[in-house]
């Protein structure tokens, strides 16, 4: 696959887009929920992708007049989690593009998720020594559709976003890369700029 000449940088987001985590996620989720008596469809779950846990359960916790710590309960969330890591595999297609890329074009990772845990995931696919900034939703103040993290991940990658492509599975993320003014590709219908 080649660029354009004007894309000097490429973003990927992590769940969903380089690795196919967010069944397992999904599994935690339904764990938490239960545990604490929290109302989360699957639906709403996939509609929030790139969301941070945290924020989540704010959101629910005020939706629902439920009292918890939604630190805490993250925590819960990513323990709960973890175990499924070995079971998580690549999403080939847009793996393969940052593969393509190693090397000669700077690359970052731009994900909502935890900082340890996208770390974890990265390393189990083998790729993390591929992006030279992994920028996570303790990065930043304003979450997705904020474009504050593709911004952030431009920066340590010193490219301007105008000249960066990124890589999303989610609406939220979408919204994201364009508001940041970058070139966007969603992958769940391909990879060509959108």
């Known amino acids: 696959m ?11 987001d992590c769940d969903g887009t380089l690795a196919d985590t967010m069944p397992a996620h999904w599994r935690a989720w339904q764990f938490v929920s239960q545990k604490h008596g929290i109302h989360f469809p699957e639906d709403r779950f996939y509609s929030l992708g790139g969301v941070p846990t945290r924020d989540i359960l704010k959101m629910l916790a005020a939706e629902q007049g439920l009292t918890l710590d939604p630190l805490a309960v993250a925590k819960e ?3 709960a989690y973890l175990p499924a890591l070995p079971s998580v595999q690549p999403i080939a297609h847009v793996v393969e593009v940052a593969r393509l890329h190693v090397g000669k074009i700077p690359m970052a990772v731009a994900s909502g998720g935890n900082r ?11 790729i993390r020594d591929w992006f ?5 939703s303790e990065d930043v ?4 559709p904020a474009p504050d993290i593709f911004l952030e991940a431009a920066r340590r990658i010193g490219v301007e976003a105008r000249f960066c492509r990124a890589y999303e599975d989610t609406e939220l993320g979408m919204r994201a890369i364009r508001s940041a003014g970058m070139e966007a590709v969603d992958v769940r219908i391909g990879l060509h700029p959108v």
């Open 77 to 79: 969330k990513e323990h």
């Open 141 to 144: 103040t304003l979450q997705k």
């Open 2 to 12: 080649t660029l354009p000449p004007h894309i000097r940088g490429l973003v990927f």
């Open 132 to 136: 030279q900034a992994v920028v996570t």
């Open 116 to 126: 340890d845990v996208i770390h974890k995931v990265l390393v189990h696919l083998g």
